[in-house]
Structures are given as structure tokens and as C-alpha cells.
């Protein structure tokens, strides 16, 4: 593999959306670093450092107490990095981990005992070799109690999705809500089958993340500010208030081009939850019950 991939924006910009007391930023990552953290022979891409410290300093730049860091596919099925920064994070990061379905349950313990609280299964042919639908049912009957899953695919393979996803017998957390095509409107083909699989059962929740993916001018969409975004996901999160968490995706994974200045990112809160009472759901309330919810 070449050079490795610098993803994220050097010097974000002050948000002017001032996040609430105890928001979660519930989707984003570590890459490394690289020593002693190195990335697996399968990764499809090959990103520059950026470990706790970065993360942790963005998030105190942002205005976000927490953080929720999902395992990387660059890292494959070793969390190292990730539990490494949740260890450093003083209590405020919790995990997503991604393991070999085969793990057994003194490593899903561990993973417990070091923050994790969900596993990810990831759909994506360009980040994964393979993603093996009954292996990933057979490990999800076994999770410590309070577990979820979290499912990573595209809009175009949903369909296939759900007979799956209805099998998964712990609540189901979409990335990027299945990344629909969000010029469509909130109305369109794409949203509309998203929105029947939310209807299909009551403990699936979403992310309405990554315009800087969804709204990117080389898919056709606007680019920042990502109007198009908004107007698709705005009336998605109104309508499942309770079913919804949010996340920068930094160091955004991949962005080789239209690289997004987070403090923008942080400014699409109040476009697709601008009450204060959905913002708090959607930073607060919705991410502590999956992720903290001895605290509640
Ligand atoms: C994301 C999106 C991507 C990458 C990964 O694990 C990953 O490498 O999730 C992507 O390339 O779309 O949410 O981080």
C-alpha cells in the first residue's frame, strides 16, 4: 500500500452550535498510532496518526463531553488502539468493537471490562473482504448483557439487509443510516425504505452523520453546507426522536478529497434537530442509554 491517507481537517473551526452539558459524540475513531498500534495486513486504506490525544482535543475544541469510538476497519478484529484510547479517556469513552465472530466469551468479557459495548458488523466491499451474515448471528447471541450491534451498509443492498437484521437479537444501530441517496429528498425511494425498515422494529437506532459522505459533490449531492442533508434527515430525526445518535466520523476514514472542517460538521445539529428538547435526545439521552446506562 502507498502514502499513508491524512483524512482529517487541520484546524477545524469553532462551531458556532454550542453542544449541550454531557454530549455525546457518539461516531468516531482511532487510527494508531501506528507504534505500537499497527494496522491490519487486510486494510483498504493506510491512514496517518491519529490517536487519543487528537481525538480527545477535538472533542474538547467541539464542545462534546464523551465519546464513542468505533473500531476502524483499517485496525481489523484487533481493538487494541481503540481500548488504548477508552483506557486514556478518564470514563468518558466507551466502545464499539469489531472482532472474528469466532472470539470467544472470555475475550468478549475483556472487551466488556474495557469499555466496549457493541460489536460492528461492516458491509462495505471496499473497507472488508468479507462479512459473513451467519457467523455474525451466531456471536450476536452471545454478547455480555446491554450489548447492541452496530451495522455499517449502503442504501443499495438494504433490502438483502433486513431479514438479517430482523435476526439480530440485541437493538441494531445503523451507521449513517444506511448511507441513502440524500438528494432524493426526504421523500425519496431511498429514505422511504429506510424508513419502513425502522418501522419493521422498535429498537433500531440510527445515525443522520456524515453529510461530508452523503451530500459530497462526487456523489452528486451539494457539498458543505450540505443542504441537501438537511432536508433529507431533518424530518427523520423529528419522527424517531428516541431511535437516533449522532457522531462526527472523525478523523473521517477515507476523505482523500472534500475534506470536512468539523466545526461545520458540528454546525448540522441544530439543521436536523433544532429544538433543544431533540438535541438532547439525540446528543444525550439516546447515546447514555446504549452506552452509559448505569448512569441514567
Ligand atoms: C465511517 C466510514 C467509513 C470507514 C469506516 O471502519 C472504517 O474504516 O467506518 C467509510 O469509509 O465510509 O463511518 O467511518
Given amino acids: 500500500m502507498s502514502d499513508r491517507i491524512t483524512s482529517w481537517h487541520a484546524s477545524p473551526s469553532k462551531p458556532n452550535f454550542t453542544p449541550p452539558p454531557g454530549a455525546v459524540d457518539a461516531h468516531c475513531h482511532v487510527f494508531g498510532p501506528m507504534d505500537p498500534f499497527g494496522f491490519s495486513p487486510k486494510a483498504k486504506y493506510l491512514p ?16 462534546f463531553s464523551r465519546n464513542v469510538i468505533v473500531q476502524a476497519s483499517c485496525h481489523g478484529t484487533d481493538n487494541a488502539a481503540t481500548l488504548d484510547a477508552i483506557a486514556k479517556s478518564n470514563g468518558k469513552a466507551r466502545g464499539v468493537a469489531v472482532v472474528d465472530p469466532d472470539i470467544d466469551q472470555a475475550g468478549l468479557a475483556a472487551l466488556h471490562e474495557g469499555g466496549m459495548r457493541g460489536i460492528r458488523f461492516n458491509f462495505l466491499k471496499r473497507l472488508v473482504d468479507n462479512a459473513p451474515k451467519d457467523k455474525f448471528l451466531e456471536v450476536s447471541q452471545r454478547l455480555p ?145 446504549l452506552y452509559w446506562p448505569e448512569e441514567l
Fill in 48 to 63: 496517518a496518526d491519529a490517536g487519543p490525544d487528537m481525538l480527545f482535543a477535538l472533542r474538547d475544541h467541539l464542545g
Fill in 145 to 289: 448483557e446491554g450489548w447492541h450491534v452496530v451495522i455499517y451498509f449502503e442504501a443499495d443492498i438494504l433490502a438483502e439487509m433486513r431479514p438479517f437484521i430482523a435476526a439480530i437479537p440485541v437493538p441494531v444501530v445503523i451507521d449513517h443510516m444506511g448511507r441513502p441517496d440524500v438528494t432524493q429528498g426526504p421523500d425519496g425511494p431511498d429514505m422511504k425504505a429506510f424508513r419502513s425498515l425502522l418501522e419493521s422494529r422498535p429498537d433500531i437506532y440510527f445515525k443522520p452523520t456524515c453529510p461530508d459522505r452523503l451530500d459530497a459533490i462526487k456523489v452528486g449531492g451539494g457539498g458543505d453546507p450540505w443542504d441537501a442533508f438537511a432536508t433529507a434527515v431533518a424530518p427523520l430525526v423529528a419522527d424517531y426522536p428516541d431511535r437516533c445518535i449522532w457522531g462526527t466520523d472523525w478523523p473521517h476514514p477515507n476523505m482523500d478529497d472534500e475534506i470536512p472542517d468539523d466545526g461545520h460538521i458540528v454546525d448540522m445539529i441544530p439543521r436536523i434537530a433544532p429544538t433543544q428538547e431533540l438535541q438532547r435526545k439525540l446528543l444525550i439521552d439516546n447515546p447514555m442509554r
